[in-house]
């Protein structure tokens, strides 16, 4: 279903804890994203990758991490340093090619910090 | 970096009314312009999408309409359904190889009401 998906659905966290979401995709795409999504708010960028063993931050890194080690994989950890992490975290890919440059999303991380 | 903003924040219609989103942004040099739906508990979807060479798009129920000059653009659902019920989201960027990083404005929940 849309060739990306992320795991877990539901994550439950202790405060201090870090916890790493995982996101998958096989549709060959060479960017991928980090959007954290609040209430009431857009999604707002975390991280990007545009290739593989290269990621920038995006408007609110502060609290996060990402490894980008395989094109297939882009994995985010939600450090203990996120003052507020819970959250609905979504990722997505692209690739240009052709003009055709849509973003296609997970279904998502909802994340509770209990 | 980009900003975009997006109004209303909630729209309610009657089915069978027209519906109409605004969003303006900031950067010039932004030149793709996708709207997103997203339906409760789902991910986004991309419904439309209209590039800085064209000023209209249309497909079937829905149309975008993009003004360069002042930087805003627009979504507008015609003859809407239930269905039609969701979040919207307007984002910009400026396209680039391998990359597509999309700046979101804050989602306008729209309401169809039989």
């Known amino acids: 279903d849309g060739g990306i998906t992320q795991s877990p659905k539901y994550l439950f966290r202790k405060e201090g804890q870090n916890v790493t979401l995982s996101c998958e995709q096989n549709?060959?795409?060479?960017?991928m994203y980090w959007y954290r999504q609040d209430p009431g708010q857009g999604l707002r960028l975390i991280y990007y990758?545009?290739?593989?063993?290269?990621?920038q931050k995006g408007d609110i890194a502060e609290g996060y991490s990402v490894s980008r080690e395989k094109k297939e994989s882009f994995p985010l950890t939600v450090t203990s340093a996120q003052k507020n992490p819970t959250a609905f975290y979504l990722c997505?890919?692209?690739?240009?090619?052709?003009?055709?440059?849509?973003?296609?999303f997970g279904q998502g991380t909802r994340l509770t910090v209990v | 970096g980009e900003n975009v903003e997006q109004h209303p924040s909630t729209l309610s219609v009657q089915e069978g009314d027209s519906a109409v989103i605004k969003c303006t942004y900031s950067?010039?040099?932004?030149?793709?312009f996708p709207w997103y739906k997203q339906e409760l508990g789902k991910r986004p979807q991309l419904i439309i999408d209209?590039?800085?060479?064209?000023g209209e798009k249309k497909d079937q129920r829905i149309a975008v309409t993009l003004n360069k000059t002042a930087k805003h653009f627009s979504l507008h659902i015609t003859e809407t359904q239930p269905e039609d019920s969701a979040v919207y989201f307007c984002?910009?960027?400026?396209?680039?190889?391998?990359?597509?990083?999309?700046?979101f404005g804050g989602g306008t929940r729209v309401l169809v009401k039989p």
């Open positions: 997505a890919s692209s690739r240009w090619e052709g003009g055709n440059t849509e973003a296609f």
């Open positions: 549709l060959n795409h060479d960017a």
């Open positions: 990758s545009q290739i593989v063993n290269d990621f």
């Open positions: 950067d010039s040099a932004s030149n793709y």
């Open positions: 209209i590039r800085s060479n064209v």
């Open positions: 984002a910009a960027s400026m396209i680039k190889a391998a990359g597509n990083k999309l700046t």
